[in-house]
């Protein structure tokens, strides 16, 4: 099991930057592919990013890419989501995710997750 931890959420104006951090605790966290996903009110969570174990390929959902980056620094066991040119359809909670196995894209490919943070975009 990985314990996660989100930081970084917060309230900021359309076009505004976040950065969002996930520290993991546990079992190797460089053994893991990372997930980012994403849950506004009333809707279902749905992917945003993930990044490989060793950080040299990454994925993203059509709606944030070239605007969000997902990294990764092993030594410190945390993965970080850079948010850009944030827009108010971005505004949810944030969560990272260990994937156990399976699809990237899915909720149910990953076994543990941190408790999330808010991201609000206001226009």
């Known amino acids: 099991q990985v314990q996660l931890v989100e930081s970084g959420g917060g309230l900021v104006q359309a076009g505004g930057s976040l950065r969002l951090s996930c520290a993991a605790s546990?079992?190797?966290?460089?053994?893991?592919?990372m997930g980012w996903f994403r849950q506004a009110p009333g809707k279902e969570r749905e992917f945003v990013a993930a990044?490989?174990?060793?950080?040299?390929?990454?994925y993203y959902t059509d709606s944030v890419k070239g605007r969000f980056t997902i990294s990764r620094d092993n030594a410190k066991n945390t993965v970080y989501l850079q948010m850009n040119s944030l827009k108010p359809e971005d505004t949810a909670v944030y969560y990272c995710?260990?994937?156990?196995?399976?699809?990237?894209?899915?909720?149910?490919?990953?076994?543990?997750w941190g408790q999330g943070a808010q991201v609000t975009v206001s226009s």
């Open positions: 995710a260990a994937r156990a196995g399976g699809s990237i894209y899915y909720t149910s490919s990953y076994a543990d």
């Open positions: 546990g079992r190797t966290f460089s053994n893991y592919v």
């Open positions: 990044i490989s174990w060793s950080g040299g390929t990454t």
